[in-house]
């Protein structure tokens, strides 16, 4: 019998706790010592840096460490096979990545449901961390609305295709959706010839 995986969505505000619930969740699956953790944040000035410099202590010991701001599918496929759960930190600055790339909307949302393809696959335990941008104030600028609304379309498809999808509000989960963890495979790897 092998390891079913699973995959959790956490969304929240700023600073409500969802690196720390992923961390959380992560430790506490099956096998969380194959752990990696995705990053998507660039170092551009110095209050990014000093985040991620946090985030990194918070990090399990022994957990790799693959920094991707664009592709984050094809950070995960290089992971398949390696590791039994990733946390990826965070869709919001992935989105204004791509953004900030010069990449439409579609393109953005192409990338989205490759994501959630990947997740179906189950090929390790995905804990994807993201903000709610939906429930703050209309911003002020057309840069804002395109980010805005190419974030909310991204959660609604990350959250569709996860098992698992959390709400953070003061350092404290809300499960707003939990499907029963998939059954583990019973299917014996077929034997070399």
């Known amino acids: ?12 505000g700023v600073r409500s706790g969802k690196s720390r619930e992923a961390l959380r969740l992560a430790a506490a699956m099956p096998r969380s010592s194959r752990g990696a953790f995705l990053a998507t944040a660039q170092a551009l000035d110095g209050d990014m840096e ?6 990194r202590a918070e990090r399990p010991a022994g957990w790799a460490t693959i920094e991707e701001p664009y592709d984050v599918v094809a950070a ?6 390696r590791v039994d759960v990733v946390v990826l930190d965070c869709v919001t600055l992935w989105v204004a990545n791509l ?3 010069g990449d439409e909307e579609k393109t953005i949302l192409a ?10 696959e189950r090929r ?11 429930a703050g104030l209309h911003p002020p600028t057309e840069v804002g609305l395109r980010f805005g609304d190419a974030l909310g ?15 953070m509000v003061a350092g404290l989960p809300m499960t707003i959706k939990d499907l029963p963890l998939p059954e583990p495979s019973r299917e014996r790897p077929p034997e070399a010839p």
Do not use: P, T
Not at 76 to 81: D, K, R, T, Y
């Open 111 to 120: 990338a989205a449901d490759a994501l959630a393809d990947f997740l179906a």
């Open 50 to 55: 000093a985040r991620i410099a946090r985030h």
């Open 1 to 12: 019998m092998s390891l079913a995986h699973r995959s959790d969505l956490i969304l929240g």
């Open 76 to 81: 995960c496929e290089s992971l398949a096979g």
């Open 153 to 167: 379309g991204v959660n609604q498809r990350i959250a569709a295709a996860a098992d698992r999808v959390r709400y």
């Open 99 to 101: 953004l900030l790339r």
């Open 124 to 134: 390790f335990s995905l804990v994807i961390v993201s903000n709610e941008v939906g």
